[in-house]
């Protein structure tokens, strides 16, 4: 931790109710590229859980009653402060998380955005009139912060999946409970630092960091005073969470796991195509929920394609993330990569046909070589299930109808890539997809303006944009009579 400038960035207790809260016993915060210490943090108890949505709930009245522009500067000065210690809040999150520094910068920036974003758009929410059924009576519907929010977010983007929460409910008025995963808390740690500089008030963002997640999920999930749950991780773990928000009736929303498509058509411009595969496959070492996970190729493009896309990966640069130059981290565990080896073996001996990579090569069992199969099938062990880690198996195909069924033969609708330059193609497979959000001739997808959110069990609820304060909101309906 020697290169963060601003050592006061570097927190090793949970923040809770404006103070840091030391614990008894500590988590061990580990790089995934070298398998060094980086540092100890306490371990939060369920009681300190408890205690994190009391205070939530105690600075409730504060936060929800100042005005939207009030929250707003305040949260500026928040975004301000990320902006401007973005070189070392990067650092922190490349030595706990693993991906290269750039990519780190990115996310800060990315993360920040929604906050600037949200504190704008909060001082948009407007309720409506609506003409009454009596002349004596009128109706008017009005938007009121739904209370405390409690969340639960994962190690792929440690900083930017709490920021895209936090930012929206804060500028709706609620306050906030967020547990980091146990990897990574660290980022989560050094935002609620800033957010205490920035003097968002004690109690209004509380981050808990503790390694029972199963204890704290419970606080988080069933409390009687949080109002709204948002979680975002795997499908598997998403179910449970619902499950247990339903005995106390939770606004709930669910940011799951992915299977995107990535369909390249014959008119396609195919440089444009490689690219973007390249950008959205292997960003994050294959750990975003948005990454392709399955490469349809029309045939009569498929050799091209291919040799392009091979040649593009190839020039990645694998290694520890701090190093100038490289493209691709560490995975976030060894039993991280082994999962991805076995879905890779398992299709191999299906049929597969290995192009490049698939084994760790010499820098360890946590990194994992990016990795291309072709001759694969939507039926295999590669092709069924989310990869997370840089793998691309490419599956050749002939017709529109059949490659729209195969890209939607999966439990998932979070993103779909595909790129043709025909408009009536371009409106009908947009159309035929079903996935929340459609990129065409885009690798890129997620901005702090657009609906960030998938259909099917890929989740419910959207992330960013106009959109994503509705979720923070409830409609409270007046009818007013004797006029
Ligand atoms: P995960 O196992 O579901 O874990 C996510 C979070 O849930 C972590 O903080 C984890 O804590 C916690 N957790 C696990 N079991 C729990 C339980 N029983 N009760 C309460 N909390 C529990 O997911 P992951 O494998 O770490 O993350 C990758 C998944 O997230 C992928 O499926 C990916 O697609 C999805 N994801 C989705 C989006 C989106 O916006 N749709 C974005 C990013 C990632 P510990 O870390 O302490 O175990």
Same mark, same amino acid.
């Given at each position: 931790m020697d290169i963060i400038k601003d050592k006061d960035l570097i927190k090793t207790h949970s923040y809770i109710d404006g103070q840091w809260r030391e614990g008894d016993s500590k988590i061990t915060v580990t790089n995934p590229a070298t398998g060094e210490k980086v540092a100890s943090v306490s371990d939060a108890s369920v009681t300190d859980a408890n205690y994190a949505v009391e205070s939530a709930k105690k600075a409730l009245k504060l936060w929800s009653s100042k005005s939207a522009t009030e929250r707003a500067n305040l949260m500026r000065k928040w975004f301000d402060l990320m902006m401007a210690h973005q070189g070392d809040l990067?650092? !922190?999150?490349?030595? /706990?998380?693993?991906?290269?520094?750039?990519?780190?910068?990115?996310? &800060?920036?990315?993360?920040?955005?929604? &906050? /600037?974003?949200?504190?704008?758009?909060?001082?948009?929410?407007?309720?409506?009139?609506?003409?009454?059924?009596?002349?004596?009576?009128? &109706? $008017?519907? !009005?938007?009121?912060?739904?209370? $405390? $929010?409690a969340s639960i977010t994962p190690w792929n983007f440690p900083n930017a999946m709490i920021a895209r929460k936090a930012a929206a409910a804060l500028a709706a008025g609620c306050t906030f409970v967020g547990r980091p995963a146990s990897q990574t808390p660290l980022s989560a740690l050094a935002m609620a630092e800033l957010a205490e500089r920035a003097g968002i008030p004690s109690g209004v963002f509380n981050i808990v960091v503790g390694d029972d997640a199963i204890g704290i999920g419970k606080v988080l999930t069933q409390h009687p005073d949080v109002a709204k749950f948002t979680f975002t991780g795997s499908t598997a773990v998403g179910k449970q969470l619902i499950a247990q928000c339903a005995t106390t009736v939770k606004k709930v929303s669910m940011e799951l796991g992915g299977n995107a498509p990535f369909i390249v058509f014959d008119d396609a411009d195919i440089d444009a195509a490689v690219e973007g595969a390249l950008v959205s496959k292997y960003r994050n070492a294959g750990?975003?929920?948005?990454?392709?996970?399955? &490469?349809? $190729?029309?045939?009569?493009?498929? /050799?091209?394609?291919?040799?392009?896309?091979v040649s593009a990966v190839q020039k990645l640069a694998m290694g520890n993330g701090m190093k100038d130059g490289v493209n691709v981290g560490p995975i976030i565990s060894s039993k991280a990569v082994a999962d991805v080896d076995a879905l890779v073996k398992a299709s191999i001996s299906d049929g597969a046909s290995l192009m490049l990579g698939g084994e760790s090569g010499e820098l360890g069992d946590t990194f994992y070589q990016p990795t291309i199969l072709t001759n694969v099938t939507n039926d295999m062990p590669i092709a069924r299930n989310e990869i997370f880690g840089p793998v691309s198996p490419i599956i050749p195909f002939d017709t529109e109808e059949e490659v729209i069924a195969m890209a939607n033969a999966t439990e998932y609708g979070l993103a779909a890539y595909f790129y043709a330059r025909d408009i009536g193609r371009v409106w009908r497979i947009a159309e035929s997809l079903d996935f929340g959000m459609v990129a065409i001739n885009e690798g890129i997808i997620s901005n702090a303006a657009a609906p960030f959110g998938g259909v099917k069990q890929s989740g419910s609820g959207r992330e960013g944009s106009k959109y994503g304060l509705d979720d923070y909101m409830e409609l409270k309906y007046l009818c007013m009579g004797g006029i």
């Open positions: 990067a650092k !922190i999150l490349t030595l /706990e998380q693993g991906k290269p520094l750039a990519e780190a910068k990115g996310e &800060i920036a990315y993360g920040a955005s929604y &906050i /600037e974003w949200f504190a704008e758009e909060g001082k948009r929410v407007y309720g409506d009139t609506i003409p009454a059924l009596a002349g004596d009576k009128r &109706i $008017v519907v !009005i938007k009121q912060p739904v209370g $405390v $929010v750990q975003t929920c948005v990454c392709t996970n399955r &490469i349809f $190729v029309h045939r009569d493009v498929q /050799e091209t394609f291919t040799e392009k896309f």
